[in-house]
């Protein structure tokens, strides 16, 4: 099992920035995908960036050129860099990790962290 920690939500203005971090622990040999999903009240979880043990990253075209996924190997972390913050990014941001045992997957969340774009 994976366990996923989040944090770095907040107040942003337009056009500020804001990192995230999703740290992991556990069967940390066994995930196999990790990404950022959010979602508005009345809307599905939808997609932000995600990085795969291929080293293949994958962005919606909402937030490409403004946010990039990272990572920190020795701290067992991922990070959502988001910059020039718009209001229509404000929702709950969710880290998401992967794990594969033989055919089956497995998904796990991370609590997740409010961001609010705000004048």
């Known amino acids: 099992q994976v366990q996923l920690v989040e944090s770095g939500g907040g107040l942003a203005q337009p056009g500020g920035s804001l990192r995230l971090s999703c740290a992991a622990s556990?069967?940390?040999?066994?995930?196999?995908?990790m990404g950022w999903h959010r979602q508005v009240p009345g809307k599905g979880r939808e997609l932000v960036a995600t990085f795969t043990s291929g080293d293949v990253t994958n962005y919606a075209d909402a937030v490409k050129g403004r946010f990039a996924i990272s990572r920190d190997n020795a701290k067992n972390t991922v990070y959502l860099q988001m910059n020039s913050l718009k209001p229509e990014d404000t929702a709950v941001y969710y880290c998401?990790?992967?794990?594969?045992?033989?055919?089956?997957?497995?998904?796990?969340w991370g609590q997740g962290t409010q961001v609010t774009v705000s004048s």
């Open positions: 998401k990790a992967l794990q594969r045992r033989g055919s089956s997957t497995f998904q796990y």
């Open positions: 556990g069967s940390i040999g066994s995930i196999s995908g």
